[in-house]
């Protein structure tokens, strides 16, 4: 079966810190790269971070020296840590994944809510 559980949001005051965890499948999490995305209330949904099996591929220009992706193959988990949160980063955070050549095709799980606010 393959699944996508996102978990560690929260509340968190501007300035603060967060790290979310993403338990993938083995299926979705052993393919070419996983990723971190976010939706913001009224927006589109964007991609925050894709790193595949020889690390971080990318990060978006809004996040990039606050939030560290990272993955850990033993428990077949992605994380995102995320410093220096800005009222701009609340969203619901959702991870998944893709194959060599493929887009994020997997059914989105259920995403883990952020918000920052004093």
């Known amino acids: 079966q393959v699944q996508l559980v996102e978990s560690g949001g929260g509340l968190v005051q501007p300035g603060g810190s967060l790290r979310l965890s993403c338990a993938a499948s083995?299926?979705?999490?052993?393919?070419?790269?996983m990723a971190w995305f976010r939706q913001a209330p009224g927006k589109q949904r964007e991609l925050v971070a894709d790193i595949n099996q020889s690390g971080p591929t990318y990060y978006a220009d809004s996040v990039k020296g606050r939030f560290t992706i990272s993955r850990d193959n033993a428990k077949n988990t992605v994380y995102l840590q995320m410093n220096s949160l800005k009222p701009e980063d609340t969203a619901v955070y959702y991870c998944?994944?893709?194959?060599?050549?493929?887009?994020?095709?997997?059914?989105w799980g259920p995403g883990t809510p952020v918000t920052v606010s004093s």
């Open positions: 083995r299926t979705i999490f052993n393919g070419y790269a």
């Open positions: 998944n994944g893709r194959q060599y050549g493929s887009g994020y095709t997997y059914s």
